[in-house]
């Protein structure tokens, strides 16, 4: 996309990045579901309970649709654009830079929150915070391409994991839950589908990396759709697992159904204690996430301020994402609340400020020649 492709000669690359397709597929997914998997069964089912479903499915439906006016946006500007950035562009960047930021801080927190509730409570939120960090950061230092790799890693172990946790729990499921459908307002469950919509949607900055996977153009579409399948699939079914054991009512009154569900797995008696393992699964998810949305922040800095060297803002910017993860809200339940009624509007003006970004970077034609916007 324009983000990569204006990079030109005023950003030094140790190594010039690519990927594969799969790699992008994997670093896709993992971002998808990493933040959701804790936090959006609470979520929808506060919101609609029994049929927090349809909410689920008009998120995936509605995001998707974000995701290719996106790609559309950026075939677009990939043919007619300006070859450098300026100030209308580094405008919509710094914007878009914010979001990360932004995003990468909620993401820390999460975790953090889940860790120290759940298995460090005795230690303090800013040491995992720092960790996660520190991790996230050393990943972004060595590029997306090493951060890619660790990806493919994480994808296997959370479709593994994914796909075997239903095999350990499906004696317990109901379907009883799904009933009554349709007994909440139109408006519980369009309010459903918003809070969906921004829980997915904000996985959207992946596909700055589309001009860096080695495909051909006209199959770049094709592969944001598999990507988008394949990760609804591997979410759908924690969904699943979380709303028919605990059944709305009762996973509504949990602040992580996924993460009380998995307290609970075991496999025989040899392996009793399985959330330590999904956890860790999990950990690695989130710091993979994290490491890409340093990496592009880092760039996003590199082209602002027309630094030559895009790791000489990872430390600076590392260290603000250690004090935004920790002031983003008092507590958990502040946390949540942020997340419940806020989150999907800044996903919305970190989605716009990068199209804003591709809108600035057209050339249109006038009077048969190309002049710049």
């Not at 007619?80 to 909620?106: G, I, S, Y």
């Not at 729990?169 to 459908?181: G, H, K, Q, S, T």
């Not at 596909?207 to 051909?216: A, C, E, F, G, R």
């Not at 009154?253 to 860790?280: N, W």
Request: glycine share 4%.
């Amino acid at each position: 996309m324009p983000l990569l492709s204006i990079v030109g000669k005023e950003v030094t690359f140790p190594m010039r990045p690519s990927l594969t397709p799969f790699q992008f597929v994997t670093l896709f997914c993992t971002s998808f579901i990493a933040v959701p998997i804790s936090l959006v069964p609470n979520t929808l089912m506060k919101t609609a309970e029994q049929d927090s479903w349809f909410g689920l499915i008009g998120g995936y439906v509605l995001c998707y649709l974000l995701f290719m006016l996106m790609y559309a946006i950026y075939r677009t500007a990939e043919k007619n654009r300006d070859h450098l950035p300026h100030a209308a562009n580094r405008v919509f960047l710094f914007l878009f830079l914010l979001f990360v930021m932004a995003n990468a801080a909620f993401t820390t927190r999460n975790f953090t929150e889940v860790v120290h509730t759940y298995f460090l409570m005795k230690t303090p939120t800013v040491v995992i915070s720092l960790v996660t960090l520190v991790v996230a950061a050393y990943g972004a230092w060595y590029g997306i391409v090493s951060i890619a790799r660790l990806s493919l890693l994480s994808f296997a172990l959370a479709v593994i994991a994914l796909l075997s946790m239903p095999l350990l729990v499906f004696r317990e499921a109901d379907p009883a839950f799904l009933f009554p459908i349709l007994s909440h307002s139109w408006s519980s469950m369009s309010y459903a589908t918003w809070q969906a919509t921004g829980a997915f949607l904000e996985s959207f900055f992946i596909l700055s990396l589309l001009p860096i996977v080695t495909i051909q153009p006209q199959k770049r579409g094709r592969l944001i759709t598999l990507s988008c399948l394949i990760s609804i699939f591997l979410y759908t079914i924690m969904f699943a697992l979380d709303f028919f054991i605990f059944g709305p009512y009762l996973g509504r009154k949990f602040m992580f159904p996924s993460v009380e569900l998995v307290k609970y797995l075991s496999m025989g008696e040899f392996l009793e204690r399985m959330d330590i393992v999904l956890i860790a699964v999990w950990s690695v998810v989130m710091t993979v996430k994290v490491s890409v949305l340093i990496w592009i922040g880092i760039l996003d800095v590199a082209i602002i301020f027309r630094l030559s060297d895009i790791r000489s803002s990872l430390l600076p910017l590392s260290i603000l994402l250690l004090f935004f993860s920790e002031l983003f809200a008092g507590n958990t339940m502040s946390f949540l609340y942020v997340y419940q009624h806020f989150w999907t509007v800044l996903a919305l003006v970190g989605y716009f400020s990068f199209v804003g970004f591709y809108l600035t970077s057209l050339r249109f034609k006038k009077d048969g020649k190309i002049s710049p916007t």
